[in-house]
């Protein structure tokens, strides 16, 4: 007789787990790679029309979008009073100024006349001057003057002052939120504030920003970078030295998920025998990396991930004059992946920084905008580099023609090859069901518990 195996909803990859291999690092791990926390989050499946239909998408736009924290931008970004730049997220646009030194405000990009966008781009002004008839507002949105006021007799100071958003710094981003009920940004930022705390966000500059309109909706391009369990298939010139599916997650709160994956560790799918310590070293550094340059054969005795780690610490205290002699080998390797809902992802660890941002593209359900950071160390003598302006790719672009974002290019290219067919698969369901895993779509549990949850709070009100 034949018995049906019990249901674990905490079921594990059965072999080596990435906490065993930090028990390898040679150096003492952070704190915050040592914390897990995997709660089971149900086993539900999700319609596949969240992902596809408009009237979806416009629950989310008005329950979700307007009442969220969003990144907006690199404090770097506005350096001096007066520079600005536009944020745009469905068919809302944002105008977030410096308006005095150690002051930033966000405000409504329209102007209170006949509603022209006060801004179109970024750049410096002491004043905002609509550029229809000619209202004009101080940086800290007081109105100033209009051609004709003798015309406008009927409308007081507070009539003409520029609506404001909620603002908050973490990081050295910039975030806003639409809602001046929102809990305080800290509050949302919560368990990250910890985990990032010797990972010198603030210290970074923007080394690269790259953007492209995809078309597939945000959450398909969102969660094609929650998980892991795509990489043996989607990528498969990386199994030798990245982990995929004993890659660990956590949902340390509503707002905050993580995924970590080993690097110079080959797959656990792969047959460790075959994988020696040079073969890991080559395609690591076939990938074309910067931080991998300058390294030669793996001497006997040694792991390639010793090695690689060891090469990194080189590579980034030559490049940029920090020392790395404390950071474990993790901090130099391995993909370790934050979330903050609901858009918003950011690398751990003291290599560079790589951050994702992804948005609707407009009310296009079927549309999005991802883009991708680099954020590398200001240099330890100074001075900071000015920021990179974004780089939009277009349509026929792919990102691997972006050269700045070196082997990542062609991953990012792979993951994207799967994407316009998710969307068209998606429209063509029988079942119109999504069914997730119970631990390595985790994060995607939690990043649909957290919309629903919205979505729920905004009708109900
Ligand atoms: S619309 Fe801006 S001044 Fe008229
Ligand atoms: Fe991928």
Redesign the pocket.
């Known amino acids: 007789m034949t018995t049906t195996p019990e249901f674990d909803p905490h079921a594990r990859f059965e072999g080596e787990s990435y906490q065993d291999i930090l028990d390898r690092d040679s150096r003492e791990v952070p704190e915050c790679l040592r914390a897990e926390k995997a709660p089971y989050l149900g086993s539900d499946s999700v319609p596949a029309t969240h992902y596809t239909s408009q009237e979806r998408s416009d629950l989310e736009a008005e329950h979700m979008w307007m009442r969220v924290w969003q990144m907006a931008c690199r404090v770097e970004e506005i350096p001096n009073v007066g520079d600005h730049l536009v944020y745009d997220i469905i068919d809302k646009s944002v105008l977030i100024v410096r308006s005095a030194p150690d002051r930033i405000q966000a405000y409504y990009n329209t102007?209170?006349?006949?509603?022209?966008k006060?801004a179109t781009q970024a750049g410096h002004k002491s004043e905002f001057r609509?550029?229809?008839?000619?209202?004009t507002w101080e940086l800290n949105g007081d109105f100033r003057s209009?051609p004709t006021p003798w015309d406008y007799q009927h409308l007081n100071k507070e009539d003409l002052q520029l609506p404001e958003l909620k603002v908050g710094t973490w990081g050295g981003f910039i975030f806003i939120n639409f809602d001046k009920d929102a809990p305080e940004l800290m509050d949302v930022v919560g368990p990250l504030d910890w985990h990032f705390k010797d990972w010198h966000l603030e210290d970074r500059y923007i080394h690269y920003h790259v953007a492209k309109v995809l078309p597939c909706n945000w959450k398909v391009a969102a969660e094609a970078f929650m998980e892991s369990q795509h990489a043996p298939t989607t990528h498969p010139q990386i199994q030798t030295h990245v982990t995929d599916v004993n890659s660990q997650y956590d949902v340390f709160s509503d707002y905050v998920t993580r995924q970590i994956s080993a690097g110079a560790e080959p797959s656990p799918l792969m047959d460790r025998d075959s994988v020696s310590e040079q073969r890991i070293v080559d395609d690591m550094l076939s990938r074309r990396y910067k931080m991998y340059k300058d390294v030669e054969g793996v001497p006997p005795g040694i792991t390639a991930r010793r090695y690689m780690a060891q090469s990194v610490r080189d590579n980034l205290q030559a490049h940029n004059g920090h020392d790395y002699d404390k950071c474990s080998d993790a901090e130099m390797l391995d993909s370790i992946l934050y979330n903050l809902f609901p858009n918003f992802s950011v690398w751990g660890g003291m290599k560079p920084t790589r951050i994702y941002r992804w948005r609707p593209n407009g009310r296009d359900v079927d549309s999005s905008i991802m883009e991708v950071y680099q954020l590398d160390m200001v240099p330890r003598d100074g001075p900071r580099p000015q920021p990179s302006p974004m780089r939009v790719l277009s349509e026929d672009e792919r990102w691997s023609d972006a050269e700045e974002l070196g082997g990542l290019g062609v991953i990012a290219d792979q993951d994207m090859g799967n994407l316009p067919y998710v969307q068209e698969g998606l429209k063509a369901t029988g079942n119109n069901k999504v069914h997730f895993a119970n631990y390595q779509d985790m994060r995607i549990r939690q990043h649909h518990i957290m919309i629903q949850r919205y979505i729920d709070e905004g009708l109900s009100s």
């Open positions: 102007c209170l006349h006949r509603g022209r006060l609509c550029p229809f008839h000619g209202f209009c």
